[in-house]
Protein backbone atom coordinates (compact mmCIF):
# COMPACT_ATOMS: atom_id res chain seq x y z
CA UNK A 1 0.00 0.00 0.00
CA UNK A 2 2.97 2.23 1.53
CA UNK A 3 4.69 1.95 -2.50
CA UNK A 4 1.21 2.40 -4.55
CA UNK A 5 0.87 5.74 -2.84
CA UNK A 6 4.23 6.85 -3.34
CA UNK A 7 3.81 6.00 -7.16
CA UNK A 8 0.31 7.85 -7.08
CA UNK A 9 2.03 10.75 -5.14
CA UNK A 10 4.87 11.12 -8.21
CA UNK A 11 2.55 10.32 -11.08
CA UNK A 12 0.17 13.78 -10.25
CA UNK A 13 3.09 15.78 -9.30
CA UNK A 14 5.68 15.28 -11.21
CA UNK A 15 7.90 18.70 -12.74
CA UNK A 16 11.20 20.07 -13.62
CA UNK A 17 13.24 22.72 -13.44
CA UNK A 18 16.41 24.21 -14.29
CA UNK A 19 18.97 24.58 -11.30
CA UNK A 20 21.93 25.42 -13.46
CA UNK A 21 21.85 26.16 -17.30
CA UNK A 22 23.08 23.03 -18.23
CA UNK A 23 21.46 21.07 -15.58
CA UNK A 24 17.56 20.05 -15.51
CA UNK A 25 15.90 18.43 -11.86
CA UNK A 26 12.66 16.20 -12.74
CA UNK A 27 10.82 16.25 -9.70
CA UNK A 28 8.69 13.43 -8.82
CA UNK A 29 7.85 14.78 -5.11
CA UNK A 30 9.28 11.78 -3.42
CA UNK A 31 12.79 12.18 -5.34
CA UNK A 32 14.53 13.90 -7.89
CA UNK A 33 16.91 12.67 -11.33
CA UNK A 34 18.88 14.63 -13.18
CA UNK A 35 19.37 15.49 -16.97
CA UNK A 36 22.90 17.73 -16.94
CA UNK A 37 23.95 18.41 -20.33
CA UNK A 38 23.57 21.97 -22.03
CA UNK A 39 20.53 22.14 -24.41
CA UNK A 40 21.74 24.33 -26.61
CA UNK A 41 24.89 22.20 -27.26
CA UNK A 42 22.99 19.04 -28.54
CA UNK A 43 26.24 17.37 -30.30
CA UNK A 44 28.01 17.38 -26.60
CA UNK A 45 25.88 15.08 -25.05
CA UNK A 46 24.01 14.61 -21.79
CA UNK A 47 23.82 11.89 -19.19
CA UNK A 48 20.85 10.97 -17.12
CA UNK A 49 21.55 10.93 -12.83
CA UNK A 50 18.95 8.44 -11.18
CA UNK A 51 15.98 7.24 -13.06
CA UNK A 52 12.82 8.00 -10.46
CA UNK A 53 9.67 5.72 -9.84
CA UNK A 54 8.75 2.47 -11.61
CA UNK A 55 6.49 5.13 -13.33
CA UNK A 56 8.55 8.04 -13.95
CA UNK A 57 9.81 6.56 -17.54
CA UNK A 58 7.62 8.35 -19.27
CA UNK A 59 8.12 11.88 -18.03
CA UNK A 60 11.70 11.63 -18.29
CA UNK A 61 11.02 10.29 -22.11
CA UNK A 62 8.71 13.34 -22.66
CA UNK A 63 11.66 15.88 -20.38
CA UNK A 64 14.92 14.70 -23.04
CA UNK A 65 12.41 15.08 -25.89
CA UNK A 66 11.65 18.92 -24.93
CA UNK A 67 15.19 19.68 -24.50
CA UNK A 68 17.61 17.60 -26.26
CA UNK A 69 14.87 17.02 -29.42
CA UNK A 70 12.87 14.11 -30.43
CA UNK A 71 14.34 10.47 -30.45
CA UNK A 72 17.30 11.64 -28.47
CA UNK A 73 19.25 9.70 -25.87
CA UNK A 74 21.70 10.10 -23.42
CA UNK A 75 25.41 8.89 -23.44
CA UNK A 76 25.03 7.24 -19.88
CA UNK A 77 22.80 6.43 -17.06
CA UNK A 78 24.31 7.35 -13.50
CA UNK A 79 23.43 6.16 -10.55
CA UNK A 80 23.61 7.35 -7.00
CA UNK A 81 23.07 3.80 -5.42
CA UNK A 82 20.42 1.17 -6.12
CA UNK A 83 17.46 1.57 -4.04
CA UNK A 84 14.32 1.67 -5.69
CA UNK A 85 12.89 5.65 -5.97
CA UNK A 86 16.54 5.73 -7.81
CA UNK A 87 16.21 2.77 -10.29
CA UNK A 88 12.54 2.43 -10.86
CA UNK A 89 12.95 3.68 -14.75
CA UNK A 90 16.35 2.24 -15.00
CA UNK A 91 15.38 -0.93 -16.91
CA UNK A 92 13.15 0.16 -19.11
CA UNK A 93 15.03 3.78 -20.09
CA UNK A 94 18.50 1.57 -20.71
CA UNK A 95 16.72 -1.06 -23.11
CA UNK A 96 15.05 1.93 -24.74
CA UNK A 97 17.98 3.98 -25.32
CA UNK A 98 20.59 0.96 -25.13
CA UNK A 99 23.25 2.50 -23.01
CA UNK A 100 25.03 1.67 -20.01
CA UNK A 101 24.14 2.37 -16.95
CA UNK A 102 26.85 3.41 -14.39
CA UNK A 103 27.37 2.71 -10.91
CA UNK A 104 29.72 2.29 -8.23
CA UNK A 105 31.11 -1.36 -8.07
CA UNK A 106 29.68 -1.77 -4.43
CA UNK A 107 26.46 -1.49 -5.67
CA UNK A 108 26.43 -3.74 -8.49
CA UNK A 109 25.05 -6.73 -7.04
CA UNK A 110 21.82 -5.06 -6.62
CA UNK A 111 21.16 -4.01 -10.03
CA UNK A 112 22.63 -7.21 -11.17
CA UNK A 113 20.12 -9.94 -9.73
CA UNK A 114 22.47 -11.01 -6.83
CA UNK A 115 21.79 -9.36 -3.59
CA UNK A 116 18.79 -7.50 -1.94
CA UNK A 117 18.86 -4.73 0.12
CA UNK A 118 18.02 -5.14 4.09
CA UNK A 119 13.87 -4.31 4.23
CA UNK A 120 13.35 -0.72 5.67
CA UNK A 121 13.39 0.14 8.84
CA UNK A 122 9.72 1.57 10.21
CA UNK A 123 11.41 2.42 13.85
CA UNK A 124 13.55 5.12 13.07
CA UNK A 125 10.29 7.74 13.29
CA UNK A 126 6.83 8.17 13.75
CA UNK A 127 6.68 9.76 10.47
CA UNK A 128 3.70 8.36 8.03
CA UNK A 129 6.57 7.58 5.10
CA UNK A 130 8.77 5.78 7.48
CA UNK A 131 6.02 3.45 8.71
CA UNK A 132 5.26 2.22 5.57
CA UNK A 133 8.73 1.94 4.49
CA UNK A 134 8.86 -1.69 4.95
CA UNK A 135 6.63 -2.05 1.89
CA UNK A 136 8.81 -0.15 -0.23
CA UNK A 137 10.95 -2.19 -2.92
CA UNK A 138 13.92 -3.28 -1.51
CA UNK A 139 14.82 -7.18 -4.21
CA UNK A 140 17.72 -6.33 -6.60
CA UNK A 141 17.03 -5.77 -10.42
CA UNK A 142 18.95 -7.05 -13.10
CA UNK A 143 20.11 -4.97 -16.01
CA UNK A 144 22.18 -7.51 -17.16
CA UNK A 145 25.50 -6.39 -19.25
CA UNK A 146 24.29 -3.03 -19.25
CA UNK A 147 25.60 -2.71 -15.84
CA UNK A 148 29.13 -1.28 -15.91
CA UNK A 149 31.40 0.27 -12.61
CA UNK A 150 32.28 3.23 -12.64
CA UNK A 151 36.10 4.27 -13.43
CA UNK A 152 38.42 3.49 -11.08
CA UNK A 153 40.07 7.13 -11.89
CA UNK A 154 36.58 9.34 -10.39
CA UNK A 155 35.77 10.56 -13.66
CA UNK A 156 32.16 10.54 -14.42
CA UNK A 157 31.38 8.90 -18.24
CA UNK A 158 29.73 11.98 -20.39
CA UNK A 159 30.33 14.24 -18.10
CA UNK A 160 33.69 16.33 -18.44
CA UNK A 161 34.34 18.24 -15.67
CA UNK A 162 32.90 16.37 -13.32
CA UNK A 163 34.08 13.52 -10.64
CA UNK A 164 32.11 10.89 -8.76
CA UNK A 165 32.86 10.46 -4.89
CA UNK A 166 32.30 7.67 -2.74
CA UNK A 167 29.77 8.73 0.04
CA UNK A 168 28.93 5.93 1.69
CA UNK A 169 26.36 5.42 4.71
CA UNK A 170 23.06 5.62 3.16
CA UNK A 171 24.61 2.71 1.19
CA UNK A 172 27.81 0.84 1.24
CA UNK A 173 28.55 2.43 -2.86
CA UNK A 174 26.59 4.98 -2.49
CA UNK A 175 27.79 8.24 -4.98
CA UNK A 176 28.00 11.91 -5.20
CA UNK A 177 28.88 13.94 -8.36
CA UNK A 178 30.62 16.80 -7.77
CA UNK A 179 31.73 19.69 -10.54
CA UNK A 180 34.70 21.63 -9.25
CA UNK A 181 34.46 24.72 -11.60
CA UNK A 182 31.42 25.69 -10.40
CA UNK A 183 31.29 23.44 -7.14
CA UNK A 184 27.87 22.37 -7.78
CA UNK A 185 27.22 18.93 -6.11
CA UNK A 186 24.49 16.33 -6.99
CA UNK A 187 24.25 14.53 -3.00
CA UNK A 188 21.73 11.76 -3.84
CA UNK A 189 21.16 10.49 -0.24
CA UNK A 190 24.03 11.64 1.27
CA UNK A 191 21.62 13.62 2.66
CA UNK A 192 18.45 15.89 2.42
CA UNK A 193 16.52 19.25 2.27
CA UNK A 194 13.48 17.89 3.81
CA UNK A 195 12.27 15.45 6.38
CA UNK A 196 11.61 12.32 4.21
CA UNK A 197 10.51 10.32 7.15
CA UNK A 198 7.57 13.06 7.26
CA UNK A 199 4.69 12.85 4.54
CA UNK A 200 4.27 16.22 5.06
CA UNK A 201 8.04 17.95 4.58
CA UNK A 202 7.56 15.20 1.98
CA UNK A 203 4.79 16.69 0.28
CA UNK A 204 5.10 20.48 0.82
CA UNK A 205 8.89 20.13 0.33
CA UNK A 206 9.79 22.31 2.93
CA UNK A 207 12.74 23.33 2.89
CA UNK A 208 14.59 21.44 6.30
CA UNK A 209 18.43 20.43 6.38
CA UNK A 210 18.54 16.39 6.91
CA UNK A 211 20.72 13.54 6.86
CA UNK A 212 20.24 10.71 4.37
CA UNK A 213 16.51 9.10 4.62
CA UNK A 214 16.41 7.30 7.80
CA UNK A 215 14.63 4.31 6.96
CA UNK A 216 17.50 2.61 4.98
CA UNK A 217 19.95 4.10 5.59
CA UNK A 218 22.03 1.10 7.21
CA UNK A 219 25.51 2.94 8.20
CA UNK A 220 25.50 6.40 10.15
CA UNK A 221 29.00 6.77 11.47
CA UNK A 222 30.25 6.54 7.60
CA UNK A 223 26.75 8.85 6.58
CA UNK A 224 28.36 11.24 9.17
CA UNK A 225 31.49 11.14 8.00
CA UNK A 226 30.72 11.76 3.61
CA UNK A 227 28.44 14.39 5.46
CA UNK A 228 31.72 15.93 6.67
CA UNK A 229 33.65 15.26 3.08
CA UNK A 230 30.83 17.06 1.24
CA UNK A 231 31.13 20.13 3.34
CA UNK A 232 34.96 20.19 2.78
CA UNK A 233 33.84 20.63 -0.29
CA UNK A 234 32.46 24.10 0.19
CA UNK A 235 29.74 23.66 -2.51
CA UNK A 236 27.91 26.53 -3.92
CA UNK A 237 24.79 24.89 -5.06
CA UNK A 238 23.35 21.75 -4.12
CA UNK A 239 20.74 19.15 -5.57
CA UNK A 240 19.60 16.55 -3.36
CA UNK A 241 17.46 13.67 -4.07
CA UNK A 242 15.43 14.22 -2.10
CA UNK A 243 13.91 18.26 -1.54
CA UNK A 244 15.19 21.22 -3.53
CA UNK A 245 18.15 22.46 -4.06
CA UNK A 246 20.05 25.04 -1.99
CA UNK A 247 22.91 27.31 -2.88
CA UNK A 248 24.29 30.23 -1.44
CA UNK A 249 24.83 31.45 1.40
CA UNK A 250 21.62 29.42 3.03
CA UNK A 251 23.59 26.65 1.77
CA UNK A 252 27.04 26.79 3.59
CA UNK A 253 25.03 27.59 7.14
CA UNK A 254 22.67 24.61 7.15
CA UNK A 255 25.62 22.23 5.69
CA UNK A 256 27.36 23.45 8.71
CA UNK A 257 25.09 23.34 11.04
CA UNK A 258 24.46 19.57 9.81
CA UNK A 259 28.03 18.92 10.54
CA UNK A 260 28.14 20.05 13.65
CA UNK A 261 24.60 18.36 14.92
CA UNK A 262 24.66 15.49 12.98
CA UNK A 263 23.17 13.16 15.82
CA UNK A 264 20.66 15.41 16.57
CA UNK A 265 19.95 16.39 13.27
CA UNK A 266 20.03 13.23 11.56
CA UNK A 267 20.67 10.47 13.57
CA UNK A 268 17.47 8.38 14.68
CA UNK A 269 16.95 7.68 17.99
CA UNK A 270 16.69 4.01 17.46
CA UNK A 271 17.50 1.80 14.52
CA UNK A 272 18.23 -1.89 13.80
CA UNK A 273 21.27 -0.95 11.62
CA UNK A 274 22.64 0.33 14.66
Given at each position: MGNKLVEALSSFTATSQEA???????????????????????AGGWTLIDTGLENSADFILQAAAERFGENSRPQAIVLTHGHFDH??????LSESW??????????????????DYPTADPTVSSGVVAK??????????????RAVALPADSSVPGMIGWKWIHTPGHTKGHISLFREKDRVLIAGD?????KQESLWSVLTQREQISGPPQYLTTDWQSAERSVQHLRDLKPSLVIPSHGKPMKGEELTKHLELLVNHFKEIAKPEQSRFF
Open positions: APDILVMNFTVVTACMVGNPDNKVGSVVKDVPVYIHELEMPYVTGKKMSPSFPHSAIDIGYAFSTT
